[in-house]
């Protein structure tokens, strides 16, 4: 499976992963994280059930806070 992380591409031995597999495959651990998948913003009680795909566009926003 190809598909582009952060505009980047990324090749997967799988046909698809969920959300939850593809973090921690690619080891995100920020506890504050926005996620969307083709431009749809997925929440985060979905990330077990929530299929990336062959030819998915999915960008990980890492939220920080500050002043």
């Known amino acids: 499976m190809n598909i582009t992380l952060n505009n980047r591409p990324e090749s997967f031995d799988k046909n698809q992963i969920t959300i939850s597999e593809l973090l921690k495959i690619k080891n995100f ?13 997925v929440k985060k ?23």
């Open 29 to 41: 651990t920020f506890k504050m994280l926005v996620i969307k998948v083709n431009s749809e913003l």
């Open 45 to 67: 009680d979905s990330y077990d059930n929530s299929l990336v795909k062959d030819g998915d566009n999915v960008t990980v926003l890492h939220l920080i806070s500050g002043g």
